[in-house]
């Protein structure tokens, strides 16, 4: 816990805050623990003060948008994607304590699992050191991707984004997501997806989850421009 402490920038003065933080549900199971020792009512805490701090930046840096705008940006910061990459970029899965079964299945580069251990810890030090603590870790970590919403640049939605574009060709097209291929141990498998547009490949990707490997098809078949050939 000391070396996540380091990773922060932040000292906890109650220790057994981070502790909780960083137990998943699948432990306290597991070890016969109360329902208080996992990190779901430290998540509950730290998705309040996420939503507000970077919606107030977000009010700050965009004076002329409404509130749907705000919303539609907050989300791209806040949504499980972005939070467990953030909580990958820390390696946070490393400290989270899981159940056997949990963690032989991958947990601990699960996107669900980490983004709430992430949340948990935002909440952990809210409750160990005051909002103005919790609000400078979460700027400190998550304040590229502020700035990236308030520019417009991080819509990662891909797979809507590539729905909305066909849709507006017409009627008659059909996307379809197909598995190529899963690759490593249960703990560690990397997935790669095709997609097509009317059995036409227009994009392939990998993830260590098909949604993400869905996600990265997507991406490529809008931004290389493979679509210029089935329409």
Same mark, same amino acid.
């Given at each position: 816990?000391?070396?996540?402490? @380091?990773?922060?920038?932040? /000292?906890?003065? &109650?220790?057994?805050?981070?502790?909780?933080?960083?137990?998943?549900?699948?432990?306290?199971?597991? &070890?016969?623990? $109360?329902?208080?020792?996992?990190?779901?009512?430290? @998540?509950?805490?730290?998705?309040?003060?996420?939503?507000?701090?970077?919606?107030?930046?977000?009010?700050?840096?965009?004076?002329?948008?409404?509130?749907?705008?705000?919303?539609?940006?907050?989300?791209?910061?806040?949504?499980?994607?972005?939070?467990?990459?953030?909580?990958?970029?820390? $390696?946070?899965?490393?400290?989270?304590?899981?159940?056997?079964?949990?963690?032989?299945?991958?947990?601990? %580069?699960?996107?669900?699992?980490?983004?709430?251990?992430?949340?948990?810890?935002?909440?952990?030090?809210?409750?160990?050191?005051?909002?103005?603590?919790?609000?400078?870790?979460?700027?400190?970590?998550?304040?590229?991707?502020?700035?990236?919403?308030?520019?417009?640049?991080?819509?990662?939605?891909?797979?809507?984004?590539?729905? $909305?574009?066909?849709?507006?060709?017409? &009627?008659?097209?059909?996307?379809?997501?197909?598995?190529?291929?899963? @690759?490593?141990?249960? %703990?560690?498998?990397?997935?790669?997806?095709?997609?097509?547009?009317?059995?036409?490949?227009?994009?392939?990707?990998?993830? /260590?989850?098909?949604?993400?490997?869905?996600?990265?098809?997507?991406?490529?078949?809008?931004?290389?421009? $493979?679509?210029?050939?089935?329409?």
């Amino acid at each position: 816990m000391k070396r996540l402490e @380091e990773v922060i920038d932040y /000292k906890f003065k &109650n220790t057994g805050l981070l502790e909780n933080a960083l137990t998943h549900s699948s432990y306290s199971g597991e &070890n016969s623990l $109360e329902y208080k020792c996992n990190n779901e009512r430290l @998540e509950f805490i730290g998705d309040a003060y996420l939503d507000a701090i970077v919606g107030a930046e977000l009010y700050e840096m965009l004076p002329q948008e409404h509130e749907g705008v705000l919303s539609r940006d907050r989300s791209f910061v806040v949504c499980e994607e972005s939070l467990a990459e953030t909580a990958e970029g820390i $390696e946070l899965g490393k400290y989270i304590r899981l159940g056997k079964g949990e963690d032989a299945c991958g947990g601990r %580069h699960k996107a669900s699992i980490l983004a709430d251990a992430f949340e948990a810890v935002l909440g952990a030090v809210f409750l160990d050191g005051g909002f103005e603590e919790v609000r400078r870790i979460t700027l400190a970590l998550l304040g590229e991707k502020i700035k990236l919403a308030a520019a417009g640049e991080l819509d990662n939605d891909y797979k809507s984004r590539l729905q $909305e574009f066909v849709q507006s060709k017409g &009627n008659g097209f059909r996307i379809k997501y197909n598995l190529i291929r899963t @690759e490593g141990p249960d %703990h560690d498998k990397l997935f790669t997806v095709n997609v097509t547009v009317n059995d036409k490949v227009v994009g392939e990707g990998t993830g /260590k989850s098909k949604a993400k490997a869905e996600q990265a098809a997507a991406r490529e078949a809008v931004s290389k421009g $493979e679509l210029q050939f089935v329409f």
